[in-house]
């Protein structure tokens, strides 16, 4: 009986073992999971990044005046579409600013402006766009804002 018994709380510690072991796995491969969403989604953003530099250099330029251009930078505004809403199948998100104010956490200063008409920390011009998951922050938005 007593031999019963220390074979099955064996049993018993090789199971939890097991479990413990099975657990740090399933966790490592989720983190392993999620820092591959955040590197491919960092990868798509440089590329919408791209594709919105190419469509304001064309508009500062004044080729949006010219037909070939405009047709060019409106199937170029189809894949930018089209890969914004690749990352939102993912949860991605572009940060947005509903009252135009600075978001601590969320944004990365790298200018600053007086302007006695506007409020403090009121934003002047986003940069770069900054891209969320959830709560966390995949890349800070870089942008201007006022300081009086």
């Known amino acids: ?10 049993l018993i510690i ?11 796995e399933v966790e ?3 983190n392993e999971k999620h820092d591959l969403l955040k590197e ?13 530099n190419s469509a304001e250099w064309v508009a500062e330029n004044d080729f949006d005046k010219v037909e070939e251009a405009r047709k060019t930078v409106s199937k170029f505004k189809i894949v930018h579409r089209k890969l914004l809403g690749l990352l939102k199948s993912y949860g991605v998100t572009k940060i947005e600013f509903p009252d135009n104010r600075l978001i601590v956490g969320l944004c990365d ?6 302007d006695s008409n506007r409020k403090n920390d009121e934003i002047i011009s986003v940069i770069r766009n900054g891209y969320i ?3 966390e922050l995949i890349r800070p938005a870089q942008i201007i804002v006022v300081k009086n």
């Open 14 to 24: 090789q199971n939890l073992q097991s479990n413990s072991l099975l657990k740090n």
């Open 28 to 30: 490592q491969k989720e």
């Open 40 to 52: 491919v989604s960092l990868k798509i953003i440089d590329v919408i990044d791209s594709f919105e």
């Open 133 to 135: 998951r959830g709560k």
């Open 109 to 114: 200063v790298v200018e600053t402006e007086a």
């Open 1 to 10: 009986m007593k031999e019963s018994i220390r074979e099955l709380e064996q």
